[in-house]
């Protein structure tokens, strides 16, 4: 109760009594401000939580449902299971590439291509560097155009439509809250993404992440748990006709992924990250914005992926003719056997360092040729998700963490991705799991 003031003025020879306005303003302003919380009382939750308003626009009400920690999770598994599945994996992976390799490239190019340079190069040496099982030409330019280009594209097309709809700020709002629990923020979901499409390109925009614990991290997991487009549409392809083996598959690395960066996150020295993101208005993708992003991101992909096929070519030339390439086989031969495959599919892993594609590539062949039942096609496909990151990666890692640390990476990941493979088999193995 608010009690006015009693000023004395003196003045004609009378004392007058006054009420202060004071105390009449105070208590107007306080009725004002009474109203105003019992307004904001009735727009509040019992637990304090605002309650939308019922008039919000179309777009607000999208916004809520994409960022709400429960219903944001079955919208990203849709723009997962249509836009990564079926249109990367199944259809980029499955029709396009069994066209191109198999019909373009396997009946008429190549044959034309290896029957000429034949003819006019007399040579055994030259003949397998160019057009021999592992030639510039019979693999290196046939993987990057038939294999890897309309994986990528898809993947690239996917990404740009993502990103001009504004999705992307949401989607790290939404897993701001399980990446902290793995030492990241929601700012890592672009680098996490972009890793689908290129590992290498991904670990260069790990620099944006804020500490250099964060970029770290985000490396570490990039390099062991996320699969590139080609990689990552090969194997869909390759299991998308069993769905127990795709299941396995994609339980396994996403426990990795957890496993590992939780484990970092604990050991690691440095602050927890914050998470400041602008976010935009959600709008439709515009058809030139989406072309000219997937443009300028498969042009600067094919430039730097093109070179490197042909460098990995030259290598297992240079490897075959030295000997080295058939000792780093035999090598690689024994945890092949460890975990449960086949001698020959040593091959799968050593190709998977000259490039990931290269090693997903000979799993398709062996798929295609019969030499893997279907538990070690999930253990082959597992072990080599989880493998050393490809040689451009990790020149890439060496780049922006340093060479100690790309070293002490692959250390780790080498050994973690077959005993991961052995344990996977084992335990398949012990359930009486028939895929």
């Known amino acids: 109760m608010i009690i006015p003031e009693i000023i004395e003025r003196k003045g004609s020879g009378k004392v007058e009594k006054i009420r202060a306005e004071e105390g009449t303003g105070i208590k107007r302003r306080a009725e004002e401000n009474t109203g105003i919380k019992r307004r904001a009382e009735e727009d509040t939750g019992i637990n304090g939580s605002k309650i939308q308003n019922r008039n919000l626009g179309f777009s607000e009400k999208i916004d809520s449902i994409l960022i709400h920690p429960l219903l944001g999770i079955p919208v990203l598994f849709l723009i997962l299971y249509f836009g990564l599945y079926l249109f990367v994996g199944v259809f980029a992976a499955g029709t396009v590439v069994d066209f191109l390799e198999n019909t373009v490239f396997g009946g008429y190019i190549n044959p034309f291509v290896t029957e000429k340079f034949v003819s006019l190069v007399p040579y055994p040496t030259l003949q397998d560097l160019f057009v021999g099982e592992y030639g510039i030409f019979t693999q290196a330019v046939t ?6 280009l309309p994986i990528v594209g898809a993947f690239f097309l996917v990404f740009s439509i993502i990103e001009d709809t504004g999705y992307l700020p949401r989607l790290g709002l939404l897993l701001d809250g399980m990446f902290k629990k793995i030492g990241l923020s929601g700012r890592a979901v672009i680098p996490m993404v972009l890793g689908f499409g290129c590992s290498t390109m991904a ?3 790990t620099r944006t992440l804020e500490t250099k614990r964060e970029r770290l991290i985000a490396n570490i997991l990039l390099a062991l748990a996320i699969p590139c487009s080609a990689q990552l549409g090969i194997i869909l392809s390759i299991l998308s006709k069993s769905p127990e083996s795709l299941l396995i598959w994609s339980v396994v690395i996403l426990l990795e992924f957890v496993l590992i960066g939780f484990l970092a996150s604990r050991i690691l020295p440095g602050e927890a990250p914050t998470f400041i993101l602008e976010m935009p208005p959600l709008r439709k ?3 030139s914005n989406v072309l000219v992003k997937t443009y300028s991101r498969m042009h600067w992909y094919f430039l730097e992926v093109l070179p490197l096929f042909v460098l990995a070519s030259v290598l297992i030339w240079i490897g075959k003719l030295t000997g080295l390439f058939a000792l780093a086989l035999k090598i690689i031969e024994y945890p092949t056997v460890w975990i449960g495959l086949p001698p020959d599919a040593a091959d799968v892993f050593l190709f998977g360092f000259f490039r990931r594609d290269f090693g997903a590539a000979g799993l398709y062949g062996m798929h295609d040729s019969g030499l893997l039942t279907g538990v070690q096609l999930v253990v082959a496909a597992i072990t080599l998700t989880l493998f050393m990151p490809c040689i451009a990666q990790f020149m890439m890692t060496i780049k922006e963490r340093g060479f100690k640390t790309a070293l002490a990476i692959s250390g780790f990941i080498f050994p973690f991705a077959f005993f ?11 359930l009486g799991v028939n895929l």
Not at 420 to 430: M, P, Q, R
């Open 285 to 287: 993708p515009k058809l």
């Open 203 to 205: 670990t260069m925009v």
């Open 420 to 430: 991961t493979g052995f344990i996977v088999n084992n335990l398949l193995k012990l």
């Open 143 to 148: 993987y990057a155009i038939a294999l890897i």
